[in-house]
């Protein structure tokens, strides 16, 4: 699938403004491991923390569900943040040669501040990507309700993984074809995923389904963060950014946590 355009990020971050009450998001990013086989010879390096088989599916999506960007084949073994050092994406960004759209001020603030992607505790703080403060039993409520507000906007890509499995049901099992084409079936099925979404949008009774069932794969995030660290290393402007982000969000904080529904 093609890299969006400056143009094509600038409406993704309308969407997530508009659909999630989040300024300035241009994608949220997660993994996913894909169930597969023993290859032959492999040793330990396809075996997960969750003691099963896999390759690892990354992606980046906007705010409709759809995938931007997919990075799929690594070894199972490893980190969500661990594969996310290793793609293209991540390269570009840090060299400043990925075509997002560029900084603009959030609403009723004069600063400009970068368009984000957003990840969980697993990915490093950067100044292209925001992840929550961290959660201790004293945390302040102006942390807490940034991290609400991240976590919620995450519901994207939670629920991007959610379709993709309960509408390509090859996906639950485990796939009985060698690594190669486990790659070619896993991408096969993200393009054909965002092609479905375009002709016939999604059902409201399946996002509230797939919802309910969101917790259990946030649950991956305690395995990442144990593989974080020789990775996060953020710069002071990392946290500015955040900070301002909190600040916003503590003085436009509309957003009624009892009537919230997930997006159509």
Known sequence: MPLPTIERFKQIASDYERMWDFPNCIGSIDGKHVRIKCP???????????????????????????????????????????????TGVYRHLENNSFNVAPPKPLPGINEHVPHVFLGDQGYPLKEYLM???????????????FNYR????????ECAFGILVSKWRCLKTELQVEPCHVDTIVKTVCLLHNIVIDKDGIKESVLFNIQSQTAEHSSETEHNITNLRRFNRSSRRAYEIRDIFK?????????????????L
């Open 40 to 86: 032959a010879h492999s040793g330990s390096m396809f075996f997960n923390y969750k003691k099963f088989f896999s390759v690892h599916l990354q992606g980046i999506t906007d705010a409709r569900y759809k995938f931007i960007t997919i990075d799929v084949g690594d070894y199972g073994r490893r980190s969500d943040s661990g594969v996310f050092m290793e």
């Open 131 to 145: 992840r929550p403060y961290p959660t201790m039993n004293n945390i302040d409520p102006e942390k807490e309700n």
């Open 150 to 157: 991240l976590s919620r906007a995450r519901r994207s890509v």
């Open 247 to 263: 600040q916003y969000f503590k003085d436009n904080n509309n957003i009624n946590k009892l009537n919230d529904r997930v997006n």
